[in-house]
């Protein structure tokens, strides 16, 4: 069971919009920072977004993430092919002084 | 730029102890990072945080292994370390080794990741 609650799955059309929610508490994204990973098959996890909502030098602006409270989102626009891959959300834990992920989120592209 | 790569055995018998190295190239492990982490997945399963050491000389673990998991940096050799004992058919894993490189605030912005090591766990 992950602290961090995220859907199993999420699809939508390629071009069209989907958006990946990441659900915690007031120890983890509650006051701490959100980071986003996606996953290839075989590969390693990337980091697509962090500090909530900042993204890192070559990751492209159809991604882009928020935070609200306890709750954290991952927006994808213009969904391509090439998007379809594992998703993870990941923050601080304060209470247990640790990072913590969501389980993943598979995202298929219909 | 910085790569890492992963480095230990593959097969590890029960109750012994996971050692694990992880080494840059391209780059000095020390020069934009500020924490050296380890992750850890499981065959099918999500990612789990096993723990990071931090430039400032502390070290935090996944409190459901903080007991067996050591995590140690040597800057001489550009090169942090894990080691997990006592280990059992749970800790068979994807180990991977990750370090963030961006001027992030956040603890857990690893833009820096190995390729993985697969570990297995068995008689």
């Known amino acids: 069971q992950s602290v961090l609650t995220q859907p199993p799955s999420v699809s939508a059309a390629p071009g069209q919009k989907v958006t990946i929610s990441c659900s915690g508490s007031s120890s983890n994204i509650g006051t701490n920072y959100v980071s986003w990973y996606h996953q290839l098959p075989g590969t390693a996890p990337k980091l697509l977004i962090y500090?909530?909502?900042k993204r890192p030098s070559g990751i492209p602006d159809r991604f882009s993430g928020s935070k609200s409270g306890t709750s954290a989102t991952l927006d994808i626009t213009g969904l391509q092919t090439g998007d379809e891959a594992d998703y993870f959300c990941g923050t601080w834990d304060t209470s247990l002084r640790a990072v913590v992920f969501g389980g993943g989120t598979k995202l298929t592209v219909l | 730029q910085l790569q890492l790569q992963e480095s230990g055995p593959g097969l590890v018998r029960p109750s012994e102890t996971l050692s694990l190295t992880c080494t840059g190239s391209g780059g000095s492990i020390t020069s934009k990072s500020f924490y050296w982490g380890w992750i850890r997945q499981s065959p099918g399963k999500g990612l789990e945080w096993i723990g990071a050491?931090?430039?400032?000389?502390?070290?935090y673990y996944n409190p459901s292994l903080t007991s067996r998991a050591t995590i140690s940096v040597d800057t001489s050799k550009n090169q942090f370390s894990l080691r997990l004992a006592s280990v059992t058919a749970a800790d068979t894993a994807l180990y991977y080794c990750a370090v963030p490189e961006i001027p992030a605030d956040g603890d857990d912005a690893y833009d820096v990741w190995g390729q993985g090591t697969l570990v297995t766990v068995s008689s």
């Open positions: 050491t931090y430039h400032i000389g502390s070290t």
């Open positions: 500090d909530n909502n």
